[in-house]
């Protein structure tokens, strides 16, 4: 395909939760690829949006501080955008069994209103969602693979899978140019690690930055894990290409590992730090997938891409970043 990144210079790009870990990475890539960046974020308590994410861009960034909740606002918002990447969501799986109506309203009817917002407003711009791998729920075989059947196991994963089978409906049935990635435990600079509701692996760091143990619930469980870099240019990659509209395409990482090797590599990596084996809590266990990782061999023949940065590196980078600005993110 042709240089994707030549392909955003001068575009108008809209960055839903684009204070957050995902989205703000993303924007700053995007502004050093010569995008006119707009990022929406709520900056809800909790959920992650920080502006100091954006420190060294913000004069190079326009930033709205806006719900997705917000029809008419989003009415606004999304007129004259080339791109939408839609980022905004709820991703504590914790907290959608505790305040379900809530995750509900964020990632399921949000994502509904904002695309009626633009099929009335814009509907020739382009809409990549940022989806989970969690709807799959407890794999079935390994690894998994988009043809799977879907059965999350909470009420997160039930209103991502709905926001982004409304992605799907929009592009078949209007023609928007709309498409999901179907993320799988991102990690790296810019994460959430104020508590342990939204990443395991973000709280992980915290606690070996701080010399703190790190609690473990079996620890055999395999897993895989994106480095930040890579994500951000999947998202690049799918904004600049047709074949994605009405698709869906998971990310995986370079080799799944286990949780104990995980966190071992981590606090080699932090100097600091240690673990305690402990039973598995009930309202952890319910939730619990057990192994997981997934074959992203269909975005590889799609668009090219596959996770480049392994995990002692991409550990590195994130520990390195959290010791240097620890003071924005505790």
């Known amino acids: 395909m042709p240089n994707h990144e030549d392909h955003y210079r001068g575009k108008r790009v809209l960055i839903t939760g684009g204070a957050g870990f995902v989205g703000s990475n993303l924007a700053r ?9 707009l990022v929406v974020d709520s900056l809800i308590d909790d959920y992650g949006g920080n502006l ?14 806006a719900d997705v909740r917000d029809q008419h606002g989003m009415n606004f918002l999304v007129r004259g955008q080339d791109i939408i990447f839609n980022l905004a969501g709820q991703v504590s799986h914790i907290d959608s069994m505790r305040d379900p109506q809530t995750d509900l309203d964020i990632n399921c009817r949000a994502q509904l209103s904002l695309l009626e917002a633009c099929r009335r407003n814009n509907p020739e711009v382009k809409v990549v969602y940022a989806s989970t791998t969690q709807i799959y729920g407890k794999a079935s075989a390994l690894p998994v693979t988009e043809t799977m059947d879907r059965h999350p196991i909470d009420v997160n994963g039930i209103n991502t899978l709905a926001g982004e089978e409304y992605h799907t409906v929009y592009s078949n049935v209007y023609g928007m140019r709309a498409g999901s990635i179907r993320l799988t435990r991102t990690y790296g600079p810019r994460m959430l690690v104020k508590h342990n509701r939204q990443t395991a692996l973000g709280w992980f760091i915290r606690l070996a930055l701080d010399g703190d143990q790190i609690q473990v619930f079996d620890g055999t469980q395999q897993r895989d894990y994106t480095y930040i870099d890579d994500v951000v240019e999947a998202f690049l990659l799918a904004g600049a290409s047709e074949a994605v509209n009405g698709q869906v395409f998971n990310l995986g990482g370079t080799q799944p590992v286990a949780l104990l090797e995980l966190i071992d590599t981590l606090t080699k990596v932090a100097g600091s730090g240690g673990y305690t084996v402990v039973p598995f809590p009930e309202e952890r266990l319910r939730i619990d997938i057990g192994d997981f990782y997934t074959d992203y061999s269909l975005i590889t023949a799609t668009l090219g891409w596959r996770p480049t940065i392994g995990l002692p590196e991409g550990l590195q980078r994130t520990v390195d970043f959290y010791r240097k600005y620890r003071a924005h993110y505790w």
């Open 29 to 37: 890539r995007l502004v050093g690829l010569g995008a006119e960046v």
């Open 52 to 65: 100091f994410n954006l420190d060294g861009v913000t004069d190079r960034v326009r930033v709205n501080i």
